[in-house]
């Protein structure tokens, strides 16, 4: 089993500046893939950004390179810097672990955290 925690949603302003944290508690071997979705209501999830153990990276084109994933694999905790936050933003974000490499990928087997919630105001 594997749990991931999520942190550091909030309120910003547009042009402000949030990074979430989620730390993933179990199977590191299960945790191979991490990232972060989005969900808006009446929306599918969407993804974010998405990285491996190894260092490959994928992200959502809508992140403008506004956003940067990141990870300490000693920790399983991967991180997301979102800067030049715009309303457009707002939503519920998850983290993500699955025991898969291949980005862009996302199957009904990976693990979900409880979402973060991220509120960007004009």
């Known amino acids: 089993q594997v749990q991931l925690v999520e942190s550091g949603g909030g309120s910003v302003q547009a042009g402000g500046s949030l990074t979430l944290s989620c730390v993933g508690r179990?199977?590191?071997?299960?945790?191979?893939?991490m990232g972060w979705h989005r969900q808006v209501p009446g929306k599918q999830r969407e993804l974010v950004a998405e990285m491996t153990r190894a260092g490959t990276l994928n992200y959502a084109y809508w992140v403008q390179g506004r956003f940067t994933i990141s990870r300490d694999n000693a920790k399983n905790t991967v991180y997301l810097q979102m800067n030049d936050l715009m309303p457009e933003d707002t939503g519920v974000y998850f983290c993500?672990?699955?025991?898969?490499?291949?980005?862009?990928?996302?199957?009904?087997?990976?693990?979900w955290g409880r979402g973060t919630q991220v509120t960007v105001s004009s």
């Open positions: 993500k672990a699955g025991q898969l490499e291949h980005i862009g990928w996302t199957p009904p087997e990976d693990y």
């Open positions: 179990g199977n590191a071997d299960s945790m191979r893939l």
